[in-house]
């Protein structure tokens, strides 16, 4: 039984490569495949969004600049019309360019130059929150919200909601800690399993999921902001238990 997660993790798992460059691609590649991952490249956008439609990947490694279709607006179609992860890859280090990626739905970044390793590593951790654990928590029913980790769906209403892996898990950490406030730093370490990382990472999504959850993003009832300290979902009152 010990052995079966790591093959969850990797077993069977395909990941589509988006990089235009050769040798990246290339070493990329090479790492993949030695953590047990199967890969198919795509060097340009188009070609990408054939691949990921005709092989439904398991995870997407998108390069930010690439010919004929630049990765933000392959992330956004991507998004159009399947819910895989996807992990930006970007040389522009820029807080706007990164932004913008994550408003595009990506769910993680890396920045060029990067390690191979970190990459491997970055997407095990993703996948390991997209995929069904072996021994889910229980679903969470809160405030209109029913959450199953199992299937990794939520309703709201009973209105189905589309989120991206990363959204999903923030709702999900908030959703079992109603009322209590948590800072960026907190929800960074807690959501995306990184001891640092740039905190606007968490003020996107943030604002992505009000606007898939609140009646009026500009003005949330739910995913409340506490200003100087972070964030809090509010359960409203006598809900908190149920």
């Not at 199953?148 to 189905?160: K, L, Q």
Request: hydrophobic share 40%; with cysteine; charged share 25%.
């Amino acid at each position: 039984m010990q052995s079966a997660a790591p093959a969850a993790e990797t077993g069977n798992r395909r990941i589509l490569l988006v990089e235009d460059e050769e040798t990246i691609a290339g070493v990329v590649r090479d790492y993949l495949l030695k953590a047990g991952f199967q890969v198919d490249i795509a060097g340009d956008g188009f070609t990408a969004l054939k691949l990921a439609a005709g092989r439904q990947p398991d995870l997407v490694i998108l390069d930010r600049m690439l010919p004929g279709l630049d990765g933000v607006e392959v992330c956004r179609r991507l998004r159009l019309s399947m819910s895989v992860p996807v992990i930006m890859v970007t040389a522009l280090g820029t807080e706007d360019d990164r932004i913008l990626g994550l408003e595009m739905g990506a769910d993680d970044y890396v920045t060029k130059p990067f390690s191979p390793r970190e990459l491997v590593l970055r997407v095990k951790s993703v996948l390991r929150r997209s995929v069904k654990e072996y021994a889910p928590e229980p679903t969470v029913e809160l405030a209109g919200f029913v959450l199953d980790p199992a299937s990794r769906t939520v309703t709201h209403h009973g209105t189905p909601l589309t989120l991206t892996v990363r959204e999903f898990d923030l709702l999900a950490f908030l959703l079992r800690r109603p009322n209590q406030v948590f800072s960026r730093e907190e929800l960074i370490k807690a959501v995306w399993g990184w001891d640092f990382g740039d905190l606007s990472t968490v003020t996107v999504h943030v604002r992505r999921l009000r606007e898939k959850i609140e009646d009026n993003p500009t003005k949330p009832e739910l995913l409340k902001t506490v200003w100087g300290v972070g964030y809090r979902f509010d359960s409203g009152d006598g809900l908190a238990g149920q």
